[in-house]
């Protein structure tokens, strides 16, 4: 029973990761600026509900950070500031204990800010 147990710990705690790469996006992306030089500029907040199958192994549909900036960006700008959470609401853990982990939705918002150049 304890080794079933330590088993179901390490497959939950292994699972749902995600990567958010900005190599790829063309555009200058900080995640935190100079503390003293307050940045100015639009801010964002954007959320998508990625879910995941079989106790969080198989991602069905994982936000991509490209989407998500590309809605963001004018030309020549730049995003600052960059903040991105992943969390469970209560919804998402009762759709989770609900189908026995064959389903685990989660929230993930980025927020940050657009500065013109």
């Known amino acids: 029973m304890t080794r079933a147990g330590l088993a ?3 497959l939950s705690v292994a699972a749902c990761a995600q990567t958010f790469d900005s190599v790829e996006l ?12 307050p940045v100015a500029g639009d801010t964002f907040v954007v959320t998508r509900h990625p879910v995941w199958f079989l106790w969080g192994l198989v991602p069905a549909a994982q936000p991509r950070l490209q989407d998500v900036l590309v809605g963001q960006l004018k030309n020549g700008s730049r995003i600052a500031n960059l903040r991105i959470r ?22 993930v918002t980025f927020e940050g800010i657009v ?3």
């Open 8 to 10: 179901a710990l390490a």
């Open 26 to 37: 063309g555009v200058p992306v900080s995640l935190a600026e100079a503390a003293k030089t």
């Open 86 to 107: 992943q969390r469970m609401r209560l919804s998402d853990v009762l759709i989770t204990v609900l189908t026995a982990g064959l389903a685990s939705p989660r929230a």
């Open 115 to 117: 500065v013109p150049r």
